[in-house]
């Protein structure tokens, strides 16, 4: 008997349940009764209906036909129940599961008891061919067993006898089924597929189950806050159109009032323009006064300002001094805390150096010596002054280096010098650091190593003793940290080097001896003294001194040209002028004081080398008729030439001098002799310690910055002043006197080197030659004898004291006053008569009636007395002029007394006192000096 396939679309998924004859078939199970309905089908696929109520029959079979016969034994219901949704999804999860398991789709359709199964990935024809075989061995049971958990049959209860029994397994009889063993005791061995888990089964469902509530209750959400959002937007716009409708309404209603307004005042477009200008001009009225307001009060504010600053200043000067404030001002004065002072001009010279080389000075030093520029000579020279190395050198020998050295860069950790090699060049380090290794010999145990003699870094030099010894390398130099490094080579530093240190030296002698202050030194002390000195040569305007009480450390001595001594006057402090300042013994003779120069040079072109060693022949010519030396004892000063002092000389020569004013701690070393090949150390413990470099921590200068730089420090005179002019105009309570010129020969500031009186004086240049001494060692190589001697020598030439500079200074003033007032009464005179004579003074048309002032006569003096002369002669020559000519008038005659009676005033007030020519005070107003 073939069961009939259920195709209608509402029964597809729902499984069919075939009765077997033998079972009675029990009607209402819970799931009938919660509304999942039970149909009984006959063996056709009819439904079984009732037969009274036509109602399709859902009680239960007892094996009765629906004619309420006794159904035959053979015969075969069809029981099925109603699909709902859950059923088929549930049924399509397994089938999904089942279906990627490796189970035969015909185990899977016995498995699942049913061959009455539409599904859409399933084939009709393929169920209806595989049901045809086994629907008839498939019982209520199986499928029961296999079906989903909600229909699982609690198989336990049926018995061979009973009828299958169709009803929702308790939770308590779901938790312990073991559906598989019943499917196989069902089945029996015919079965021989794999067997579903129903907990995995189960598991699955409700997982998929609850993704999908998920997803749909998610997609339900975003559904509805997009509708939301929709509604929120449609509201907003409705809103935004009925405000604009609003106000469109409002607009045109305003609109239709006013209209009637202007309609019923009749409208004036004459008044409503005057009206219209009138609120403009109110307006810019009133911008006015606010503007005028804020100007007043600014102007209160300032005026505010000015009083409390006047007043604060007046009670500051007022306020007496506190003792805490006099004990503080008594330190100072006597330089007790002068390490407590902060020194900003330190500071300032920290900033200015160079971390690396820049880039344009890299330029520079690739250049052959010859292109190098002056100026690139002394931007290189103005970069490395404050390397300590450099420093020792004089001037020249520094130009001459700066014109010849080059630049290299060397990486850690290469070796630079080897020790026994020979040497070709001096360098100086520009940043990074070195090691010096030098072979010691160990005498307690004779054995040689190599030990780091010293670490050197930014500042030094090595590699000039293989040098100017004509030895081999001394030591090794190892880089430690990559290196910047100028080199300069040996021709120029062994060779030119010292022939311009000797040169100088020559010069520096000969001028020292020619100078009282150094009359009674010996040879040697004066030859120590001048291997520190430096030459340097000035231009004009240039301050080569500042402030001399400040810059005490070297005595300035001018060897050729002239320089003028400028006194600063602050007119306002006249009237308490500053007490000198007596320094201690100790501090103004520091007998122990240590203090060395140096001296190099180099290059590669032989060309500009040649030019120098010719120039080097050519001496200072210093001014040997001015010397003060007239008391000096000719045999003395005879004894004293260039050869006898290059004769006198002859166990050192130039180079080992360099070496001398190098100061180096090694150099008397055997090795540094090149007498022996290690240095004795006596210790077998090695004791490094070893230097951390200090790098200076400074920021790139270009060469203008650098320039500006040098400038502050060596200002000019004029640029001085204006600076000095800036802060109020014309700063009339500071004026610039010129109280003495040093011409060649001549000690700056002489009393203030051997006692320091506090005075300040500025030293400026009108294009000279100094020499600059130490002052350190002025002291160090100086007796008492000769300090004694120098002092008494120096006695005349100090400065007129401040009291006379300022009274010659009033007295001054006081003469152009009286010079302008006679000139004017003059001026005045001559225009009366004119006024007079109804004669224009038509010297030119732009100065037809400007009245004659002293200040226009004294400023076109001469050409203007000429015209002057002219003018009276035109008006007398006219009107018959006086014998004579216009110096023979009345009023000329008694202008010229009264001139002739100032003069004679004033050169008997100007420092009638003084009759050496070095304490007349001449003024300098600016850089202009007005001589009398
Ligand atoms: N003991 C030392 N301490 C510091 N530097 C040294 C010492 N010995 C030699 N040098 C330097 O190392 C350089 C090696 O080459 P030079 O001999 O030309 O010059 C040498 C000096 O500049």
């Not at 001009?281 to 102007?299: D, G, P, V």
């Not at 404030?325 to 330190?346: I, P, Y």
């Not at 160079?354 to 520079?364: E, F, L, T």
């Amino acid at each position: 008997m073939e069961p009939k396939l259920v195709t209608r679309r509402s029964l597809s998924a729902v499984p069919i349940i075939t009765v077997p004859p033998q079972y009675k078939v029990t009607k209402g199970t819970e799931r009938s009764r919660r509304g999942s309905r039970v149909m009984f089908l006959d063996e056709n696929g009819n439904e079984i209906v009732d037969e009274e109520s036509k109602d399709p029959y859902q009680g239960h079979v007892k094996g009765f036909s629906k004619e309420g016969r006794l159904l035959p034994s053979s015969a075969t219901l069809n029981l099925r129940r109603r699909s709902t949704s859950l059923d088929a999804a549930r049924f399509t999860a397994w089938y999904n599961s089942r279906r990627n398991s490796s189970l035969r789709r015909d185990q899977f359709l016995q498995s699942f008891g049913k061959a009455s199964i539409r599904y859409p990935n399933l084939n009709d024809e393929d169920i209806m061919e595989t049901t045809a075989h086994v629907a008839t061995r498939i019982d209520v049971s199986a499928f029961e067993a296999e079906t989903l958990d909600g229909d699982v049959l609690d198989c336990r209860k049926r018995s061979q006898s009973a009828g299958p029994i169709l009803h929702r397994p308790s939770s308590s009889i779901k938790s312990d089924l073991n559906a598989h063993k019943h499917v196989l005791e069902i089945r029996g061995t015919e079965y021989t597929g794999d067997l579903p888990d129903l907990a995995d089964l189960t598991a699955k469902i409700r997982q998929q189950s609850a993704k999908r509530r998920i997803k749909r209750i998610m997609e339900a959400d975003k559904e509805k806050a997009e509708q939301e959002r929709l509604s929120r937007e449609e509201e907003e716009r409705r809103k935004t159109e009925a405000l604009k409708n609003r106000r469109r309404t409002l607009k045109s209603a305003t609109f239709a009032v006013m209209a009637m307004n202007v309609s019923a005042a009749g409208f004036n477009f004459k008044s409503f323009t005057e009206k219209k200008k009138w609120l403009a001009e109110k307006r810019s009225w009133t911008k006015q006064i606010a503007k005028s307001k804020f100007s007043w009060a600014i102007r209160v504010v300032m005026v505010l300002g000015r009083v409390l600053k006047a007043l604060m200043s007046y009670s500051a000067d007022m306020t007496p001094e506190t003792a805490a404030q006099r004990s503080f001002r008594t330190l100072r004065d006597n330089s007790e805390v002068k390490e407590m002072l902060f020194n900003k001009s330190l500071y300032q010279r920290g900033k200015s150096q160079y971390a690396y080389v820049p880039s344009w000075a890299k330029k520079i030093l690739d250049k052959p010596a010859m292109e190098r520029s002056e100026n690139e000579l002394s931007q290189l020279h103005s970069m490395l002054k404050g390397l300590a190395s450099y420093d020792k050198f004089t001037y020249r020998i520094q130009l001459a280096m700066c014109r010849a050295m080059t630049y290299t860069k060397v990486e850690h950790p290469r070796v630079i010098l080897r020790k026994g090699h020979t040497g070709v060049s001096f360098y100086f380090i520009f940043s990074g650091s070195v090691f010096v290794n030098v072979e010691e010999l160990l005498l307690k145990t004779g054995h040689v190593m190599w030990h780091t003699a010293i670490t050197l870094q930014r500042g030094d030099s090595f590699g000039e003793l293989a040098l100017l010894r004509n030895i081999k390398r001394t030591a090794s130099v190892v880089v430690r940290e990559d290196a910047e490094l100028l080199v300069v080579e040996k021709d120029v530093f062994s060779k030119t080097c010292p022939k311009i240190f000797d040169k100088e030296l020559v010069d520096k002698i000969k001028f020292c001896k020619s100078l009282s202050l150094f009359r009674q030194w010996t040879d040697d002390a004066l030859k120590n003294v001048c291997i520190e000195a430096q030459i340097q040569e000035w231009k004009a305007n240039k301050i080569i001194v500042k402030d001399s009480s400040k810059e005490v450390e070297w005595i300035n001595l001018c060897m050729q040209g002239k320089c003028s001594v400028i006194k600063a006057l602050d007119l306002r402090a006249q009237l308490k002028l500053p007490r000198p300042r007596r320094a201690t013994n100790e501090e103004y003779f520091p007998m122990g004081l240590i203090g060395r120069k140096r001296r190099t040079q180099s290059d590669t072109s032989k060309i500009w080398l040649r030019e120098l060693e010719e120039s080097l022949k050519t001496p200072y010519s210093f001014n040997d008729s001015n010397k003060v030396d007239e008391h000096r004892d000719e045999n003395e000063r005879n004894t004293w030439s260039e050869s006898e002092y290059e004769s006198s000389d002859d166990e050192k020569n130039g180079a080992e001098k360099i070496l001398e004013a190098m100061d180096l701690p090694y150099k008397d070393q055997p090795h540094a002799k090149g007498d022996s090949s290690y240095i004795l150390n006596e210790d077998d413990e090695d004791e490094e310690e070893e230097e951390e470099p200090k790098q200076t921590e400074c920021a790139e200068i270009l060469p203008a910055e650098l320039e500006k730089r040098d400038n502050n420090i060596f200002e000019d005179f004029s640029e001085l002043i204006k600076i000095e002019s800036r802060a109020g105009k014309l700063n009339k309570d500071v004026v610039y006197l010129n109280i003495a010129s040093m011409k060649s020969g001549d000690i700056f500031d002489v009393s203030q080197v051997l006692r320091p009186t506090g005075r300040k004086f500025m030293l400026v240049s009108k294009g000279a030659v100094m020499l600059r001494i130490k002052r350190d060692d002025f002291f160090r190589y100086s007796t008492k004898h000769t300090l004694r001697q120098a002092r008494k020598a120096v006695q005349e030439l100090d400065y007129p004291p401040e009291e006379i500079i300022y009274r010659s200074y009033n007295e001054r003033c006081a003469w152009e006053k009286l010079k302008s007032t006679q000139l004017q009464s003059v001026m005045n005179t001559v225009q009366e008569k004119c006024i007079r004579h109804n004669i224009s003074f038509t010297e030119s048309t732009s100065e037809v009636k400007r009245p004659l002032t002293p200040a226009r006569v004294d400023s076109a003096c001469p050409s203007r007395l000429e015209k002057f002369d002219q003018y009276l002669s035109f008006v007398y020559g006219s009107h018959k002029v006086p014998e004579g000519g216009a110096t023979s008038t009345s009023s000329v005659t008694k202008t010229c007394s009264a001139l002739q009676n100032c003069a004679t005033k004033e050169k008997n007030c100007t420092l009638s006192h003084q009759q050496d020519e070095r304490k007349s005070v001449t003024f300098a107003f600016g850089t202009t000096e007005k001589s009398e």
